[in-house]
């Protein structure tokens, strides 16, 4: 619900940038995660990523970590809220699920102002349950589910970084 703590601008940042993308299946997912992975700018951004529950949040980032070089197990931070990584250069990355976060203390708590405000890469599915904490993304990717397959995907740019991703996901 949108109330004073809540600007609107939180909500609904402006939009610097848009584009949109059709998906055939999971090779065009790669593919996104690959041409992002390539840009320098993905390296301290935050991508907030919206969908319904099965859009395939969780099976970009998988494709997003192992083109940033992460290998073994990736786990979903589904209980955990964020599960942190490495990519090949040493560089952080943090993969945020706030479905289930429902406690703004935790957000002290647990130190997500720090991670926020540091260097690396975060990633945040379900940004809205957490919307009164973070800060405009970066760029948002929203995956809307036609069919088995296939998926219509927005991107919007919200910063400089968020139009240079955007460039990079053409
Ligand atoms: N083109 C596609 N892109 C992404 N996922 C796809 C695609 N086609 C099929 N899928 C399948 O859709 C499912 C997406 O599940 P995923 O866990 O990634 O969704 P999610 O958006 O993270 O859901 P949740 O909100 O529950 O976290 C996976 O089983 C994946 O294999
Ligand atoms: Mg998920």
Do not use: C
């Amino acid at each position: 619900m949108s109330s004073d703590n809540h600007p609107s601008i939180v909500e609904t940042p402006p939009v610097r940038a848009q584009a949109s993308q059709h998906w055939r299946d999971e090779e065009d997912t790669a593919r996104l995660a690959q041409a992002l992975a390539a840009a320098p700018a993905l390296r301290d951004a935050f991508i907030a990523l919206h969908g319904d529950l099965g859009a395939g949040k969780t099976t970009f980032v998988r494709h997003l970590l192992r083109a940033l070089g992460v290998t073994g197990r990736i786990k979903s931070p589904t209980y955990a809220v964020v599960e942190p990584h490495q990519g090949r250069e040493g560089q952080a990355i943090f993969h945020f699920d706030f479905y289930r976060f429902n406690d703004p203390r935790e957000w002290e708590d647990a130190g997500f102002r720090d991670i926020f405000a540091g260097a690396g890469l975060k990633l945040a599915e379900w940004p809205a349950n957490a919307r009164g904490q973070l800060p405009v993304p970066d760029l948002s990717i929203t995956i809307d589910a036609m069919s088995d397959d296939t998926r219509h995907v927005t991107l919007q740019a919200h910063s400089d970084s968020g139009v240079r991703l955007l460039q990079a996901a053409a």
